[in-house]
C-alpha cells in the first residue's frame, strides 16, 4: 500500500465515519434509554475522524505524511496491544490492517443502526441486541484511534527536532565559519601550487630513499631537518615532499599539514600567521566546530582580539592529539625573520616559534615535523637540541637532479636544443661542476650561455665558469 492509496483509505474512512455520525445523531432523540451508550458512540467516533482528518491534512506523498503512517508499527489485521506479535508489518503496509478493519467496523456498526430509526417496543429490543456487539466494535475503533494519533505525536515530535536540529546546525555552521576565517591568515596552498609547477619531472626522488627521512616517516614523535645553502632547491623539495605523503596518508585518518614561510610576503613571515594558518589546517578537514579552536576564538572577543603565541600553540597541541598522526612540514623557516621592524620597532618573529612551539615540553607524540631552512645560527642550535634526524641538501643525488634540471632547460630552449651533443654535455658537466648542488646558482650560469650567439662564444664562457 504507497501513500496515495493509504490517502484513499484514510478519506473513505472518514467518509463512512460522517455517514455514522448523522445516523447516531438521527436515532439519538429515538432511543432515550440509549442516550448515554449513543452520545458514547458519537465521541469515540468523531475523535476518529478528526485524527483521520489530521493525518490527511499532512502533505501527502511526502516524508512527513509517509513518516506519520510509518511510526506504526501493529499486528497484520490485529488491534494494538493484541498481544501476538506475528506477521508484525511496519511502515505503510502496518496502515492495511487498521484502516481496513476501521472501515469495515463503521460499515457494520452502520448497518446495525439504520433499522433503528423506527420508534416502537422491538426497536429498543433490538437496540439491547445489537449495542453489546457495537461496544465491542467501538473499543476496538477507539484502540485504533490511539494508534493513529499516536503516529501523529511521533511525527510532530520528529518534526520539532529535525527544526530544532536545523536550526543548531545553522547556527553552529555559522559560527563554524567566523571561527575558520578567524584562523585563516595566508593560502599556503598557492606556495605549493607555484613550487609544484616549478618542479622538474624526475628530481627530489632521492630524499624517499634516505634512511632519515624513512626514519622519520614511520616513527611518531620525530623531526626531520633538512637544510642548504641558498639557492639549494629547498623550497621544490618541500613541494615534492608534501605530495608524496598527501598521497601517502590518502584514505587514512592521518593528516599533512604544511606552511611555506615566504620572504615576499610580509604576512607568510609572521609567526602568529603560521600558527593560525596550522589550525586553520587542522580544523577545516573536520564537518564539527572544534571546541579548543572555538573557544579560543570566543575568549579573544569573537575574533576581535589577537591570541599569543602560547594560546595558539595550545589549541594546535590540542587539535593535533585529535588525530591518529599528524604530518606538519614546514619550508624555509629561516624567512620567518629573527628581526623585523613594525610600528612597535624590532620585533623577533623566529625567537617565540623556537622556544615555545619547537620544544620538547610542547610537541604531542603524534606530530612529526619536517624543517627546511638554512643552517643559520639560532635555528641550528634550536635543531642539534630537537631534531631526531637530519639531512644536508648537498650531495651526489642532488648535483645528478642539478644535471637533469640543465639538460631539460637545454632541451626546452630553441637554440640550445640544436647544440651539438658533446657539447651540450659539457655544458652540462661544467654547470653541474659549479653549481656545487645550488639550482638558482645553476640557472644563472646557463642564463649566461643561452645569448652566446656562437659555438665558439659558449667555449669562451663556459672556460669563463669551469
Known sequence: MDGLSVAASVIAVIQISTTLLSTCEQILSKIKSAEKSISTIISGIRALADTLNKIKDLPQGSDGFNDALRSLSVPAGKPPGSGDDSGERPGLEACRPILGECQALLRDTQDQLVPLYRRGFMVRLRWLRVSSEIGQSLKVINQHQASLSLALVTYHLKVTEIQAKSLARIKE?????????????????????????????????????????????????????????????????????????????????????????????????????????????????????????????????????????????????????????????????????????????????????????????????????????????????????????????????????VGIYVANEIERDLTTKNWDPKLKKRVIDTVMAGARGMFRLAAGQLSALKPCLTLNGVEEELNAHA
Request: proline fraction near 5%; aromatic fraction near 8%.
Open 173 to 401: 555552521d555559522g559560527e563554524r565559519t567566523k571561527v575558520l576565517n578567524w584562523y585563516i591568515t595566508s593560502d599556503s596552498k598557492k606556495n605549493q601550487d607555484d613550487s609544484l609547477d616549478k618542479h622538474e619531472p624526475k628530481t627530489g626522488m632521492w630524499v624517499f630513499n634516505e634512511a632519515p627521512f624513512t626514519s622519520w616517516r614511520d616513527t611518531p614523535g620525530s623531526l626531520l631537518w633538512l637544510h642548504g645553502l641558498p639557492g639549494a632547491g629547498k623550497t621544490i623539495l618541500s613541494s615534492t615532499i608534501i605530495g608524496h605523503m598527501q598521497a601517502r596518508v590518502a584514505g587514512t585518518s592521518r593528516m599533512v599539514v604544511y606552511y611555506y614561510f615566504d620572504f615576499r610576503d610580509g604576512e607568510k613571515q609572521k609567526a602568529a600567521n603560521f600558527l593560525k594558518s596550522v589550525i586553520y589546517q587542522l580544523t577545516s578537514a573536520r564537518p564539527d566546530l572544534p571546541h579548543s579552536a572555538a573557544a579560543l576564538y570566543r575568549s579573544k572577543n569573537n575574533g576581535i582580539e589577537e591570541p599569543s603565541i602560547e594560546e595558539l600553540c595550545g589549541v594546535i597541541q590540542a587539535e593535533v592529539e585529535r588525530t591518529e598522526l599528524t604530518y606538519l612540514i614546514i619550508d624555509a623557516l629561516h624567512e620567518c625573520p629573527s628581526s623585523r621592524q613594525t610600528e612597535c620597532g624590532s620585533q623577533n618573529e623566529r625567537r617565540p616559534l623556537l622556544q615555545k612551539f619547537l620544544n620538547r615540553d610542547f610537541l604531542p607524540c603524534n606530530l612529526n615535523i619536517l624543517i627546511t631552512s638554512r643552517a643559520e645560527p639560532d635555528i641550528k642550535v634550536a635543531m642539534s637540541d630537537l631534531a631526531t634526524h637530519t639531512i644536508a641538501i648537498q650531495n651526489l643525488a642532488v648535483d645528478t637532479d
